[in-house]
Every structure is written in structure tokens, then in C-alpha cells.
């Protein structure tokens, strides 16, 4: 006997691997994390069976970590309720001659059935085909298997849908799997490819045995075991231990009743169970991150063609033109000759036009909020659309499948607020033309001091002209060298101020041009402001999202 568990203990290759719980918490919450990361992000049908991990793994762990529930699951007629029965030493599911038998999952607990009936109710084992394997005169006998929770599953190759649907459900529920084959059938490609090669990462939760050994020649049961054993290789549970046994006879079982002793005791199949899905789990997720570190977003070549695309359609180039003129035209009407200066006031401001608060003569208007500045054209419009479509693109360059469209619809996420967020920030920008320079006052006053002296010397000499045309004596005018004095004033005056409005020009277009240079400046990092905002922030919100999810994926698969 001591033997036998010695090969058993041998055969369970994963028997002195323990689970710590404490680590495959800390796995299952890095899952959660990477869930929490990536949710929203990625395809939901791809975070699927992540979320059922984290879903399934609380509760079990939760309900109790006393029971382990093993099932029986095998082909029809391959004796799985015959096994259950002779395990429970009763007759407690029906075994028939007609196939299959057993259309509902059956339920044997050894031991106490605290926890037991709530775990069954998260199983789905009906109430009445649930059994207790305890009474007063043999729980000696039965109580190595105390904590057992042992399962009778339907048949998986059912030509019933709903026995596979159900088996398809139970398998996924259950701590750890016994698969019955028997002689005949235990090369069935279904039971391998859909089912034993399946559970490849859970090999330390994986027993088979060769049922109805004794229907094979005692000489031929090694070769059977063997070639058995080849095809589990292939499977890759190489290592999974293999037993035969005779569910007609109470020694067949013992090497079963034995592993699924060990098993008990250990406590560890729910751990380990829990262990393979992250594995199973993580291996799924593994293509939805990559090895490199993600980029920290758009480079600033890509930042910068995006704000100047944004410029183009929040009509910068338009509100820069318009400061230029404006500057030019309040220029003029400040330092211009004083006859010119008013002909000027009556030419509406160029800037006065865009509505722009803080520009409007009205303040009244500044309250209707959207400012005139032209509508972006259909050019400015696509070089926009463009400019985030590179901006995505640049961003996702690294990363694996399923981000790049995440980041694409991140940095399009808040296209149609755009328009408006951009008619604010142009509207909101000091385009510094409030404060009049200057140098304007002094050459306005200038331009006051020539034409009063051009007027005084008109004046002096139509004073003149009248006193000679009323045949009074006209006083001497004073001279300057040869001139008379009020026609130099006039003269002098007038000469003056053509001579300043000449001078000052090429100075007015200079300072039109800073002036339309530093608004632009202004626009352009307003406009930046907004980019960074609704573009270039949900974009790096994925990338930031994208290295959570793949450091939590990375904490997932360490042991
Ligand atoms: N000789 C022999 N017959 C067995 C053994 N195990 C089961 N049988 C017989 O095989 C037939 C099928 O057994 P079941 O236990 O009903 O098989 P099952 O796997 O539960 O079948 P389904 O419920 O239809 O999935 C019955 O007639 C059993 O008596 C065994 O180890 N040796
Ligand atoms: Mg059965």
C-alpha cells in the first residue's frame, strides 16, 4: 500500500510544487488590475475569460477552501458513475446499460457539510442529487476523504448537447478533473483534442485513470497504459499520473482512492486549479502586450503638426491677419496727419469684425459667446482629421494588437468638442493690442504741434490777406531768411507732417508685422493648450493605461 502512494506521490508531478495562496492572490489581482487597465480599451469578447477568472477565483476562494471538489468526466459508458459509486462505496448514481446514463451532474460529500451546500449551489448541483458520505459506522473508514466533493459529470461526447454544455460548464468549475477512459476508447481524438489537450496548463489538477482494466488481458494492460500515456505526452500532460483501475472491484479503486486522498489532504487543488487558470488566462492576453517599453506619447514633430493644424481650423491665420490690420489701421488713426486720422476712424476696425470679446465695441456682444472668426474650410478640415489620424498613429506604432484602435479612437474622442474648446481659446487670448504704444502719442501729438503751426501760419496769412483787402495797413510779417514767417509755419507745417506720416509708415507695417508675430504666438499656444487637452491627453491616458496593463499582466505571470 505504502507503494502504491509512494508511485502516486511520484506520478503527481506538481505534488511538492505548492501554491503559496498568498502569491496567486497577488497573480489574480494583478489580473484584476490589468482588467481595470484594459477594460474599455480592448474588445470585450478578447477580456472575457480574464473577467470570468477574477469572477469565478473570488467566489470559490471565498466559499471554501475546506472542500475539493474533483469530477469524474470521461465518455459515455466509460464507468464514471460507477467509479463515484464504488468511491462512495453506495449505489448513489444510476449506472445503465443504455447511453448515456447520466444527464445531470451528481454530488457525493465526505465530511462535514458546512460550505459544502453553498458550494454546490455555486456548482449547480441539484439538491436531489446531492449525497452525504458521513455516518457514525464507518467515518473511520471514510475519514481520509473528509473535505472530498466529488462530482459524477454526464458524458462529454454526449449525442445530448446539454450533457456537453454541461460538462463544458462543471469542468470549469471544479478544483481538480479525473478523466475515465476505458479500453476502447481512450484514443478517441475527441477526448484528446477537445478536452485533455485543453487542459495542458493544468496538469497538477489532472488524473487519468484507465477504467474497466479488467476487461483487458492482464498481459496487454501495460502496453494499453503505455500507449495511454504516449498520447497524453501529446496532449503535453506528460507527467499526469495514469492509473488503472476495475470499478466492479473494491481493490480496482484503491490507487484512485488513494490520489484523491492525497489530494484531500494537501488542500492544494483549488490553489492549483486557480493557478492554471492564470496561466491559461494570461497566455490568452500574452499577444495583447508587447515586450518593449510603451513610448510616452507623441513626439513633439507630431505634437507640433497637430497644433498647427488646429490653428488652420480654429482660423488663426485669419485672427493674426486681422491683428496686423488692426494694428496698422489704429496706428494710423493715432499718429496720422489730423485730417487723415478721422477720415481713418470712420473705416470699421479690421479686428472689430471677428467679434472677439475684449475687441467688441460693444460689450453686450462679447456675451453671445461664439466669435466671428471664419468657419474651418473643407482643406483645414481634412489636414486636421490628418493630424490626429498621425498623432494615433505614431502613438500605437509600438503597440500590440487591439491598442493602436484604441488609441485612434482616444485622440478622436473629443473631435466634436473641439470646435467650440478652440472658438474659446481664440476668443480668451490676449492678442496685445489693448494698451495704445507709446511712441503713437507722441507722434500724434507731433503731428498736432505741425498742423497747428501749418493752421497758425494760415491763419497769419489770411489774417493778412483780409486786413489788405479792407485797405488796412498790413503789418510787417517777420522773416525767416527770405521767407515770411507764416508761410514757413504753413509751409513748414505741412511739409513736417507729410515728413512724419512718411517716416512713421515703414515703422507701422515693422510693428503691424511683431504685433501680428506675437498675437500668432499667443493663438498658437492657446491653441496647443486645447490639443493637449482633447487630443494629445486621452491619447496618453491609453498609453498610461496600455503600461498598467502590461506591468499587471507581467505580476500575473511571475510565481
Ligand atoms: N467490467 C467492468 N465494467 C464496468 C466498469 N466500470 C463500469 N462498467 C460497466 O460499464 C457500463 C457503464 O458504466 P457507467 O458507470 O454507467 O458509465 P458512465 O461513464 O457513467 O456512463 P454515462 O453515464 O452514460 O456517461 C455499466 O454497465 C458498468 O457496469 C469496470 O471497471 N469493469
Ligand atoms: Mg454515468
Known sequence: MSNVVGRIREAFRGGDQRVDPDVLLARLDAVRRFLAAADGHLPDNRLVPAHTLVERA?????????????ALAGATGSGKSSLFNALARLDLSPVGVRRPTTGV???????????????LDWIGVLPRHRFVRESALDADDEAALHGLVLLDLPDFDSVQWSHRLE????????????????????????IHTSYLGEFHRHRDVTLVVLNQADRLPPAELPRVLADLRRLLDEDGLDGVPVLAT??????????????LERTVAERQAVLRR???????VVAGLDELVGSD?????????????????????????AVTEAVREAYRHRAVASTGWPLVRGWRRLRPDPLRRLHLPGEVADPAESLVGATSVPDPTAAQRSALG??????????????PAGWPTAVTEAARSRLADLPDALDRAVAATDLGLARRPLWWRFVGVGQWLVTLAALGGLGWLVFGYVLRALGLPDPEHPMVGVVPLPTLLLLGGLLAGLLLSALTRPIVRWAAGRARRRAEQRLTAAVAVVGDEYVLTPVRAVLADYG????????????
Open 293 to 317: 517599453h510603451p513610448a510616452g506619447g507623441p513626439d513633439e514633430a507630431t505634437a507640433g503638426e497637430l497644433t498647427r493644424a488646429l490653428a488652420g481650423t480654429a482660423g488663426v491665420p
Open 105 to 119: 451532474a451528481h454530488a457525493c460529500v465526505w465530511g462535514p457539510q458546512e460550505g459544502a451546500g453553498r458550494l
Open 548 to 559: 498598467v496593463a502590461r506591468e499587471a499582466l507581467r505580476d500575473a505571470v511571475r510565481h
Open 58 to 70: 473570488g467566489t470559490r476562494l471565498a466559499l471554501s477552501r475546506d472542500h475539493t471538489v474533483v
Open 246 to 259: 476495475n470499478a466492479t472491484d473494491p481493490d480496482g479503486i484503491v490507487e484512485l482512492r488513494a490520489a
Open 274 to 280: 486557480l493557478a492554471g487558470d492564470v496561466e491559461t
Open 386 to 399: 490628418l493630424a490626429i489620424r498621425a498623432v494615433a498613429d505614431r502613438a500605437a506604432a509600438e503597440l
Open 167 to 190: 460538462v463544458d460548464r462543471l469542468l470549469g468549475l471544479v478544483d481538480l478533473v479525473v478523466w475515465v477512459v476505458d479500453p476502447q476508447k481512450y484514443a478517441d481524438r475527441v
